[in-house]
C-alpha cells in the first residue's frame, strides 16, 4: 500500500501546521500533489499485477486441491493429464449454457466471446505445454499442499510444462512473456 502521500502530509504539518492554509501554488502543495499522484501510480500498477496473477493462481490453487485429495502424495501422469483436462474445460459448461439462452439469429454475447477465447487459449496453451506445478514429486506435491495462498511461495514450487503428447518440459516460474 502506498504510503507516500501520508509521509509528505505528515512532514508538511508538522512545518508548516494545518494542511488547508497552504496556498495553491505553493512548492509544499506541488509536493503533496506529486505525492497523491505517485501513490496512485503504484496503485494501478499493483492492481494491473494481481489482475495478471490471478489465472496462476487460479491454476495452483486447482492443482493444489488435487495433491490434498490425494493426502498430499504426488500423482500419475495419466492422472495429471485428466487434472489438465478438467481444468482446460471448466468453462465449457457455463459457455454451452449461454450459447442456449441466446436467441436464434442473434450475435454471440460479450460473456460468450470471452468464454471462447478463454477455453480456446487454454486448449492451445495445453498443445503447446500447459504450465502446472510438478506433481508426480513428493517434495514438490508437499510443498504444492501446505501453499497458503501467497504470489511469493510459488516461485519455490518446481513448475513443468506438460503438452496433450505427453511431453514433459522444466519450466521457471513466473512465465516469462506471457505476463
Known amino acids: 500500500m502506498p504510503k507516500s502521500f501520508e509521509r509528505t502530509r505528515k512532514a508538511i504539518a508538522k512545518k508548516k501546521g494545518p494542511i488547508e492554509s497552504l496556498h495553491q501554488y505553493s512548492r509544499d502543495s506541488k509536493r503533496l500533489?506529486?505525492?497523491?499522484?505517485?501513490?496512485?501510480k503504484l496503485e494501478k500498477i499493483a492492481a494491473s499485477r494481481k489482475k495478471t496473477d490471478r489465472p496462476?493462481?487460479?491454476?495452483?490453487?486447482?492443482?493444489?486441491?488435487a495433491v490434498r485429495q490425494n493426502e498430499g502424495q504426488p500423482l500419475e501422469m495419466d492422472?495429471?493429464?485428466?487434472?489438465?483436462?478438467?481444468?482446460?474445460?471448466q468453462y465449457d459448461e457455463e459457455l454451452s449454457d449461454v450459447k442456449k439462452s441466446r436467441r436464434p439469429g442473434r450475435p454471440a454475447s460479450t460473456?460468450?466471446?470471452l468464454l471462447?477465447?478463454?477455453v480456446d487459449?487454454?486448449?492451445?496453451?495445453?498443445q503447446n505445454g500447459f504450465l502446472i506445478p510438478v506433481l508426480d514429486a513428493e517434495d514438490n506435491a508437499g510443498l504444492l499442499s501446505r501453499?497458503?495462498?501467497?504470489?511469493?511461495?510459488l516461485t519455490t514450487v518446481k513448475w513443468v510444462r506438460i503438452s496433450s503428447a505427453g511431453q514433459v518440459q522444466p519450466s521457471s516460474f513466473p512465465p516469462r512473456g506471457e505476463h
Open 33 to 40: 500533489h506529486r505525492a497523491q499522484v505517485r501513490d496512485e
Open 56 to 65: 496462476y493462481l487460479e491454476r495452483a490453487t486447482f492443482f493444489q486441491e
Open 79 to 89: 492422472v495429471i493429464h485428466e487434472l489438465i483436462k478438467t481444468f482446460v474445460h
Open 111 to 113: 460473456k460468450e466471446d
Open 116 to 118: 471462447k477465447a478463454k
Open 121 to 126: 487459449k487454454l486448449q492451445k496453451e495445453y
Open 147 to 153: 501453499w497458503e495462498g501467497s504470489w511469493s511461495y
